[in-house]
């Protein structure tokens, strides 16, 4: 589970779990690519940087759109 969640600049954020482990996550390869305007939108940095955690994962908007916490964990994201 998803403990803390800070943006580090540059569409990072840097993701602790409840077992320690830290994942420093670079989300802008994912989000430049997809074609889903509901993602895209997220290239405005002051919409990106309003993300919120809970059990789903990271979460953006009224939960229009989220990433799985065991895609974060497993390194898909690492930056």
């Known amino acids: 589970m998803i403990t803390d969640a800070t943006y580090q600049g540059n569409y990072k954020i840097l993701v602790r779990f409840d077992d320690g482990t830290k994942r420093l996550t670079d989300f802008f390869p994912f989000i ?3 074609r889903l305007p509901i993602v895209k939108k997220y290239l405005n940095k002051e919409l990106f940087q309003q993300f919120y955690f809970n059990n789903w994962g990271l979460c953006w908007g009224d939960n229009e ?3 799985n916490p065991l895609d974060i964990y497993n390194g898909k994201f690492d930056a």
């Open 32 to 34: 430049s690519t997809s």
């Open 65 to 67: 759109f989220d990433i």
